[in-house]
């Protein structure tokens, strides 16, 4: 494992530790902690395929409950994580799990849309995980999933202020720790609030860029993917 994977691990643990340290209000059931007990999915990708400074880091929010949730790697999709990638680990359990949203590791046979759709992109642009991977980066602002008693899924921007203060401090924090890590040039919200999350930290000389969220609830998304985020790339100089 390269000095850079571990540094970029070590920083996972510790914002894992610090979003333990959190609560939240009681219409939220159940809480999943990716970088906890699905550290060993996120160790295996960055073990994989990081080697030292990246020119891109793309952005996303939080863990989708049939992706990261189930892997531990950034819009996981299964078979993207252990077809394309090549990934092969065994996850544990959160400590309250959601009858609705069990997790089942690389066994799971839900689909995770966002994450098809990101990580399809990427294979149809690069090619191999290897090319892409050679300048570019995958992370979540945040890893925590949140769910309802329903189990529907509540996305970070729609916690309280009081709840979104404390969590946004950690998430920054981290997020800091893993630009003066890798280095990049260039850095990507997968949509319109992880840019947001980028801008807010206000580094010098990296230039941030906006890609089309792939979420199968973005009414745009589910008519112009692959169109728009190919011209984004492009713009963005991007694109191979």
């Given at each position: 494992m390269s000095p850079?994977?571990?540094?970029?691990?070590?920083?996972?643990?510790?914002?894992?530790?610090?979003?333990?340290?959190?609560?939240?209000?009681?219409?939220?059931?159940?809480?999943?902690?990716?970088?906890?007990?699905a550290l060993p999915g996120y160790a295996a990708y960055v073990s994989k395929f990081v080697d030292g400074p990246r020119k891109a880091l793309f952005l996303g929010m939080n863990p989708g409950p049939w992706?990261?949730?189930?892997?531990?790697?950034?819009?996981?999709?299964?078979?993207?994580?252990?077809?394309?990638?090549?990934l092969q680990f065994e996850i544990g359990k959160p400590p309250v799990e959601h009858p609705k949203r069990p997790v089942e590791g690389l066994d799971c046979t839900r689909s995770e849309v966002s994450g098809r759709r990101l990580w399809g992109l990427f294979a149809d642009l690069f090619g191999s995980p290897e090319v892409f991977f050679s300048d570019n980066f995958v992370l979540n602002y945040c890893p925590l999933s949140f769910m309802l008693e329903s189990g529907a899924n509540l996305t970070p921007d729609k916690l309280t202020a009081?709840?979104?203060?404390?969590?946004?401090?950690?998430?920054?924090?981290?997020?800091?720790?893993?630009?003066?890590?890798?280095?990049?040039?260039?850095?990507?919200g997968v949509g319109g609030w992880?840019?947001?999350?980028?801008?807010?930290?206000r580094i010098a000389d990296l230039k941030i860029g906006t890609l089309?969220?792939?979420?199968?609830?973005?009414?745009?998304?589910?008519?112009?993917?692959?169109?728009?985020?190919?011209?984004?790339?492009?713009?963005?100089?991007?694109?191979?």
């Amino acid at each position: 494992m390269s000095p850079t994977a571990e540094a970029i691990i070590r920083e996972a643990k510790l914002l894992a530790d610090a979003c333990n340290q959190l609560s939240f209000s009681e219409n939220i059931a159940v809480v999943y902690n990716a970088f906890d007990y699905a550290l060993p999915g996120y160790a295996a990708y960055v073990s994989k395929f990081v080697d030292g400074p990246r020119k891109a880091l793309f952005l996303g929010m939080n863990p989708g409950p049939w992706g990261m949730a189930q892997t531990g790697v950034p819009f996981g999709e299964i078979p993207a994580v252990s077809g394309w990638m090549g990934l092969q680990f065994e996850i544990g359990k959160p400590p309250v799990e959601h009858p609705k949203r069990p997790v089942e590791g690389l066994d799971c046979t839900r689909s995770e849309v966002s994450g098809r759709r990101l990580w399809g992109l990427f294979a149809d642009l690069f090619g191999s995980p290897e090319v892409f991977f050679s300048d570019n980066f995958v992370l979540n602002y945040c890893p925590l999933s949140f769910m309802l008693e329903s189990g529907a899924n509540l996305t970070p921007d729609k916690l309280t202020a009081a709840e979104r203060r404390p969590l946004a401090s950690a998430c920054d924090s981290h997020l800091r720790r893993i630009i003066e890590i890798l280095q990049p040039e260039i850095a990507v919200g997968v949509g319109g609030w992880a840019t947001k999350c980028l801008e807010r930290q206000r580094i010098a000389d990296l230039k941030i860029g906006t890609l089309l969220h792939p979420s199968p609830a973005s009414p745009i998304a589910n008519k112009h993917w692959h169109e728009r985020p190919h011209r984004q790339l492009k713009e963005l100089g991007l694109a191979p």
